[in-house]
Protein backbone atom coordinates (compact mmCIF):
# COMPACT_ATOMS: atom_id res chain seq x y z
CA UNK A 1 0.00 0.00 0.00
CA UNK A 2 1.60 3.14 -1.04
CA UNK A 3 1.43 6.32 1.21
CA UNK A 4 0.88 9.15 -0.40
CA UNK A 5 2.13 12.27 1.61
CA UNK A 6 3.19 16.11 1.53
CA UNK A 7 4.75 18.99 3.47
CA UNK A 8 2.39 21.47 4.18
CA UNK A 9 3.40 25.29 5.70
CA UNK A 10 1.29 26.46 8.27
CA UNK A 11 1.35 29.70 9.31
CA UNK A 12 0.76 31.39 12.16
CA UNK A 13 -1.74 34.63 13.04
CA UNK A 14 1.09 35.56 15.57
CA UNK A 15 4.62 34.80 16.17
CA UNK A 16 4.83 32.01 18.82
CA UNK A 17 7.27 30.92 21.55
CA UNK A 18 7.96 29.03 24.44
CA UNK A 19 10.71 28.80 27.19
CA UNK A 20 13.15 26.22 25.21
CA UNK A 21 12.45 27.55 21.17
CA UNK A 22 12.56 30.96 19.77
CA UNK A 23 9.61 32.47 17.99
CA UNK A 24 8.04 30.71 15.41
CA UNK A 25 6.33 32.11 12.28
CA UNK A 26 5.61 29.10 10.29
CA UNK A 27 5.31 25.35 11.65
CA UNK A 28 5.67 22.60 8.52
CA UNK A 29 3.31 19.43 9.29
CA UNK A 30 3.57 16.22 6.96
CA UNK A 31 0.55 15.01 5.82
CA UNK A 32 -0.78 11.67 4.57
CA UNK A 33 -3.58 9.50 3.02
CA UNK A 34 -3.62 6.08 2.87
CA UNK A 35 -6.70 4.43 0.89
CA UNK A 36 -8.48 6.97 1.33
CA UNK A 37 -7.93 7.71 4.88
CA UNK A 38 -6.12 11.37 6.01
CA UNK A 39 -3.68 11.59 8.62
CA UNK A 40 -0.92 14.26 10.16
CA UNK A 41 2.43 14.50 11.86
CA UNK A 42 3.87 18.04 13.28
CA UNK A 43 7.31 16.48 14.27
CA UNK A 44 8.65 17.91 16.65
CA UNK A 45 12.77 18.26 16.99
CA UNK A 46 12.80 17.86 21.00
CA UNK A 47 11.93 14.16 20.50
CA UNK A 48 14.25 13.81 17.82
CA UNK A 49 11.90 14.09 14.98
CA UNK A 50 12.11 16.56 11.51
CA UNK A 51 10.01 16.48 8.53
CA UNK A 52 13.18 14.26 6.82
CA UNK A 53 12.41 11.91 9.39
CA UNK A 54 9.23 11.41 8.94
CA UNK A 55 9.17 11.09 5.09
CA UNK A 56 12.21 8.72 5.26
CA UNK A 57 10.32 6.93 8.09
CA UNK A 58 7.08 6.69 6.19
CA UNK A 59 9.12 5.03 3.28
CA UNK A 60 10.09 2.46 4.74
CA UNK A 61 7.12 1.64 6.53
CA UNK A 62 4.80 1.28 3.81
CA UNK A 63 5.42 -2.36 3.15
CA UNK A 64 3.84 -2.90 6.22
CA UNK A 65 0.62 -2.05 4.83
CA UNK A 66 -0.34 -4.69 2.89
CA UNK A 67 -2.31 -6.52 5.09
CA UNK A 68 -5.51 -5.99 6.83
CA UNK A 69 -5.74 -2.37 7.12
CA UNK A 70 -8.89 -2.42 9.63
CA UNK A 71 -6.54 -4.41 12.06
CA UNK A 72 -5.25 -1.70 13.31
CA UNK A 73 -3.58 -2.34 16.47
CA UNK A 74 -2.04 -5.34 14.83
CA UNK A 75 -0.84 -2.81 11.70
CA UNK A 76 0.76 -0.83 14.51
CA UNK A 77 1.95 -3.39 16.38
CA UNK A 78 3.74 -4.80 12.65
CA UNK A 79 5.05 -1.16 12.39
CA UNK A 80 6.66 -0.92 15.98
CA UNK A 81 8.83 -4.23 14.62
CA UNK A 82 9.81 -2.64 11.64
CA UNK A 83 11.19 0.45 13.13
CA UNK A 84 11.53 1.96 16.25
CA UNK A 85 10.60 5.12 17.55
CA UNK A 86 9.75 7.22 14.61
CA UNK A 87 6.58 7.99 16.58
CA UNK A 88 5.78 11.17 14.55
CA UNK A 89 5.16 9.24 11.40
CA UNK A 90 3.49 6.31 13.32
CA UNK A 91 1.17 9.18 14.53
CA UNK A 92 0.14 10.14 10.93
CA UNK A 93 -0.60 6.42 9.65
CA UNK A 94 -2.46 6.13 12.79
CA UNK A 95 -4.63 8.92 12.33
CA UNK A 96 -5.22 8.05 8.09
CA UNK A 97 -6.08 3.89 9.15
CA UNK A 98 -8.75 5.16 11.49
CA UNK A 99 -10.15 8.07 9.18
CA UNK A 100 -10.35 4.92 6.86
CA UNK A 101 -12.18 2.54 9.10
CA UNK A 102 -14.10 5.54 9.93
CA UNK A 103 -14.88 6.46 6.38
CA UNK A 104 -15.58 2.15 5.51
CA UNK A 105 -18.34 1.85 8.54
CA UNK A 106 -19.49 5.16 7.83
CA UNK A 107 -19.63 6.45 11.85
CA UNK A 108 -17.08 9.10 13.27
CA UNK A 109 -14.52 8.03 15.42
CA UNK A 110 -16.48 8.73 18.82
CA UNK A 111 -19.42 6.30 17.66
CA UNK A 112 -16.82 3.89 16.83
CA UNK A 113 -15.43 4.14 20.57
CA UNK A 114 -18.36 4.51 21.86
CA UNK A 115 -18.36 7.95 23.11
CA UNK A 116 -20.45 10.32 23.93
CA UNK A 117 -19.57 13.78 21.99
CA UNK A 118 -21.25 15.90 24.38
CA UNK A 119 -18.89 15.15 27.38
CA UNK A 120 -16.23 17.09 25.87
CA UNK A 121 -14.12 19.54 28.51
CA UNK A 122 -13.72 23.05 27.19
CA UNK A 123 -10.62 23.80 25.37
CA UNK A 124 -7.62 25.99 27.05
CA UNK A 125 -6.52 28.33 24.39
CA UNK A 126 -2.76 28.85 24.28
CA UNK A 127 -1.16 32.37 24.72
CA UNK A 128 2.67 32.21 23.80
CA UNK A 129 5.45 34.04 25.79
CA UNK A 130 6.48 37.32 24.98
CA UNK A 131 6.43 40.93 26.83
CA UNK A 132 3.68 41.24 29.31
CA UNK A 133 2.03 44.01 27.32
CA UNK A 134 1.80 41.92 24.33
CA UNK A 135 0.36 39.07 26.30
CA UNK A 136 -2.26 40.76 27.44
CA UNK A 137 -3.47 41.90 24.37
CA UNK A 138 -3.50 37.98 23.08
CA UNK A 139 -5.51 37.75 26.05
CA UNK A 140 -7.58 40.33 25.22
CA UNK A 141 -8.16 38.69 21.74
CA UNK A 142 -8.79 34.90 23.35
CA UNK A 143 -12.46 36.38 24.72
CA UNK A 144 -14.42 33.72 23.13
CA UNK A 145 -12.33 31.08 25.50
CA UNK A 146 -13.39 29.81 28.93
CA UNK A 147 -9.92 29.11 29.88
CA UNK A 148 -5.72 30.36 28.84
CA UNK A 149 -2.65 27.76 28.92
CA UNK A 150 0.05 30.84 29.58
CA UNK A 151 3.33 29.52 28.19
CA UNK A 152 5.94 30.94 30.94
CA UNK A 153 9.61 30.03 31.49
CA UNK A 154 11.39 32.83 32.27
CA UNK A 155 12.54 35.82 35.03
CA UNK A 156 9.16 37.59 34.23
CA UNK A 157 6.95 35.04 35.42
CA UNK A 158 5.22 36.63 37.69
CA UNK A 159 4.90 39.85 36.26
CA UNK A 160 3.16 38.26 33.33
CA UNK A 161 0.35 36.32 34.97
CA UNK A 162 -0.23 39.39 37.36
CA UNK A 163 -0.21 41.71 33.94
CA UNK A 164 -2.64 39.38 32.70
CA UNK A 165 -5.07 39.18 35.75
CA UNK A 166 -5.41 42.78 35.08
CA UNK A 167 -7.34 41.91 31.99
CA UNK A 168 -9.21 38.62 32.29
CA UNK A 169 -10.73 36.48 35.41
CA UNK A 170 -10.37 33.35 33.43
CA UNK A 171 -9.17 29.92 35.10
CA UNK A 172 -5.36 30.26 33.80
CA UNK A 173 -3.05 26.84 32.67
CA UNK A 174 0.43 27.57 33.74
CA UNK A 175 2.94 25.91 31.39
CA UNK A 176 6.68 26.10 31.82
CA UNK A 177 7.46 23.71 29.65
CA UNK A 178 10.92 22.23 31.43
CA UNK A 179 11.95 25.75 32.48
CA UNK A 180 12.07 25.41 35.90
CA UNK A 181 14.48 23.64 38.57
CA UNK A 182 12.32 22.05 41.04
CA UNK A 183 13.54 24.59 43.66
CA UNK A 184 12.35 28.00 41.55
CA UNK A 185 9.26 25.70 40.49
CA UNK A 186 8.05 25.18 44.21
CA UNK A 187 8.56 29.39 45.03
CA UNK A 188 7.04 30.31 41.91
CA UNK A 189 3.84 27.97 42.18
CA UNK A 190 3.26 29.55 45.84
CA UNK A 191 3.22 33.22 44.01
CA UNK A 192 1.18 32.01 40.84
CA UNK A 193 -1.62 30.05 43.38
CA UNK A 194 -3.49 33.14 44.21
CA UNK A 195 -3.60 34.40 41.33
CA UNK A 196 -5.94 31.79 40.08
CA UNK A 197 -3.74 29.26 38.09
CA UNK A 198 -5.26 25.99 38.34
CA UNK A 199 -2.83 23.23 37.08
CA UNK A 200 0.93 23.40 36.20
CA UNK A 201 2.17 21.97 33.18
CA UNK A 202 5.51 20.21 32.88
CA UNK A 203 7.55 23.11 35.49
CA UNK A 204 10.84 21.08 35.26
CA UNK A 205 12.98 18.98 32.85
CA UNK A 206 11.20 15.51 31.68
CA UNK A 207 13.87 13.19 33.05
CA UNK A 208 13.87 14.41 36.26
CA UNK A 209 11.46 12.26 37.85
CA UNK A 210 12.76 13.12 41.93
CA UNK A 211 12.35 17.14 40.73
CA UNK A 212 8.70 16.57 40.33
CA UNK A 213 7.97 14.19 43.17
CA UNK A 214 9.50 17.17 45.14
CA UNK A 215 7.78 19.78 43.35
CA UNK A 216 4.05 17.63 43.38
CA UNK A 217 4.78 17.19 47.52
CA UNK A 218 5.40 20.96 48.02
CA UNK A 219 2.33 22.42 45.60
CA UNK A 220 -1.57 22.82 46.14
CA UNK A 221 -1.43 23.53 42.23
CA UNK A 222 -1.68 19.79 40.12
CA UNK A 223 1.16 19.11 38.33
CA UNK A 224 1.00 17.70 35.38
CA UNK A 225 3.80 15.69 32.87
CA UNK A 226 4.32 16.96 29.77
CA UNK A 227 7.69 15.96 27.90
CA UNK A 228 8.25 13.28 30.83
CA UNK A 229 5.56 10.97 28.94
CA UNK A 230 5.52 9.44 25.70
CA UNK A 231 4.07 6.38 25.48
CA UNK A 232 1.92 3.93 28.11
CA UNK A 233 4.99 3.09 29.82
CA UNK A 234 5.33 5.88 30.95
CA UNK A 235 3.16 6.36 33.14
CA UNK A 236 3.63 4.48 35.76
CA UNK A 237 6.98 5.49 37.08
CA UNK A 238 5.74 9.04 37.07
CA UNK A 239 2.21 7.96 39.09
CA UNK A 240 4.16 8.95 41.91
CA UNK A 241 5.91 11.93 40.53
CA UNK A 242 2.77 14.06 39.21
CA UNK A 243 -0.93 14.67 39.01
CA UNK A 244 -1.69 14.33 35.67
CA UNK A 245 -0.49 13.31 32.14
CA UNK A 246 -0.82 15.59 29.12
CA UNK A 247 -1.19 12.92 26.16
CA UNK A 248 -0.23 14.23 22.37
CA UNK A 249 -0.48 12.18 19.45
CA UNK A 250 2.56 12.78 17.78
CA UNK A 251 4.78 12.03 21.30
CA UNK A 252 3.04 8.49 21.56
CA UNK A 253 2.27 7.71 18.31
CA UNK A 254 -1.19 7.37 17.26
CA UNK A 255 -4.70 7.03 18.89
CA UNK A 256 -4.48 3.65 19.61
CA UNK A 257 -1.28 4.45 21.89
CA UNK A 258 -3.29 7.47 23.58
CA UNK A 259 -6.17 4.95 24.21
CA UNK A 260 -3.60 2.84 26.08
CA UNK A 261 -2.23 5.78 27.81
CA UNK A 262 -5.78 6.91 28.82
CA UNK A 263 -5.91 3.21 30.55
CA UNK A 264 -3.03 2.94 32.06
CA UNK A 265 -3.70 6.71 34.03
CA UNK A 266 -7.10 5.67 35.10
CA UNK A 267 -5.36 2.64 36.18
CA UNK A 268 -3.32 4.61 38.51
CA UNK A 269 -5.34 7.58 39.24
CA UNK A 270 -3.87 10.22 37.03
CA UNK A 271 -5.73 13.31 36.15
CA UNK A 272 -5.71 13.19 31.79
CA UNK A 273 -5.12 16.48 29.32
CA UNK A 274 -5.09 15.99 25.93
CA UNK A 275 -2.82 18.11 24.14
CA UNK A 276 -1.11 19.22 20.74
CA UNK A 277 1.36 20.49 18.29
CA UNK A 278 1.19 23.54 16.27
CA UNK A 279 -1.21 21.50 13.64
CA UNK A 280 -3.97 21.78 11.32
CA UNK A 281 -7.65 20.85 12.23
CA UNK A 282 -6.92 17.37 10.92
CA UNK A 283 -4.37 16.59 14.21
CA UNK A 284 -6.90 18.66 16.64
CA UNK A 285 -10.11 16.67 15.21
CA UNK A 286 -8.50 13.31 15.31
CA UNK A 287 -7.32 14.41 18.84
CA UNK A 288 -10.50 15.72 19.68
CA UNK A 289 -12.24 12.54 19.20
CA UNK A 290 -10.98 10.96 22.50
CA UNK A 291 -11.71 14.00 24.85
CA UNK A 292 -14.68 12.58 26.42
CA UNK A 293 -12.56 10.42 28.43
CA UNK A 294 -10.34 13.08 29.66
CA UNK A 295 -10.56 16.01 32.36
CA UNK A 296 -8.04 18.78 30.60
CA UNK A 297 -8.58 19.42 26.99
CA UNK A 298 -5.77 21.58 25.29
CA UNK A 299 -6.37 21.73 21.34
CA UNK A 300 -6.34 24.84 20.15
CA UNK A 301 -3.56 25.12 17.60
CA UNK A 302 -5.75 25.15 14.40
CA UNK A 303 -7.51 28.46 15.99
CA UNK A 304 -3.66 30.13 16.05
CA UNK A 305 -2.86 29.51 12.38
CA UNK A 306 -4.31 31.62 9.10
CA UNK A 307 -3.70 28.79 6.75
CA UNK A 308 -5.28 25.78 7.51
CA UNK A 309 -6.58 23.35 5.17
CA UNK A 310 -9.03 21.24 6.53
CA UNK A 311 -12.44 22.10 8.28
CA UNK A 312 -12.97 19.75 11.15
CA UNK A 313 -13.97 20.30 14.66
CA UNK A 314 -15.62 23.53 15.69
CA UNK A 315 -16.03 25.97 19.31
CA UNK A 316 -19.32 26.57 21.03
CA UNK A 317 -19.49 28.25 24.53
CA UNK A 318 -15.38 26.89 24.70
CA UNK A 319 -16.13 23.66 23.81
CA UNK A 320 -14.89 21.62 20.90
CA UNK A 321 -18.02 20.13 19.26
CA UNK A 322 -17.15 17.45 17.20
CA UNK A 323 -17.79 16.77 13.57
CA UNK A 324 -20.53 14.12 12.91
CA UNK A 325 -19.03 13.09 9.91
CA UNK A 326 -17.66 9.57 9.33
CA UNK A 327 -14.04 8.83 10.24
CA UNK A 328 -11.87 11.76 11.72
CA UNK A 329 -14.82 13.87 9.91
CA UNK A 330 -12.61 16.60 8.40
CA UNK A 331 -13.00 17.99 4.81
CA UNK A 332 -10.77 20.08 3.15
CA UNK A 333 -10.95 23.65 2.12
CA UNK A 334 -9.29 25.97 -0.09
CA UNK A 335 -6.89 28.21 1.20
CA UNK A 336 -5.07 31.42 -0.06
CA UNK A 337 -1.58 30.91 -0.23
CA UNK A 338 1.05 33.34 0.11
Given at each position: MRIHHR????????????ARRAVDEYRQVVSVEIDGGLG?????????????????????????????????QCVMAELHSALGGNYAAKSAIDMALHDRLGKTLGVPLYRLWGLDPNATPPTSYTIGLDSPDVMQQKTREAKDYAILKVKLGTRQDLQI??????????????????AWSPKEAVRKIRELAPLGVDIVEQPTAADDLEGLKYIREHSDIPIIADESVKRAADVPVLADCVD??????????????????????????????MGCMIESSLGITAAAHLTPLVDY?????????????????????GRLILPNRPGIGVVQRAVEQD
Open positions: VVDLKLLHPFKIESPPARFYGETVETVRTALEILAPCLDGNLDAIVRALREVTDKPIYADANTGVNIKLVKCGGLVEAMRIINVARAHKLQIMVDLDSHLLISNDPYSGVTLKD
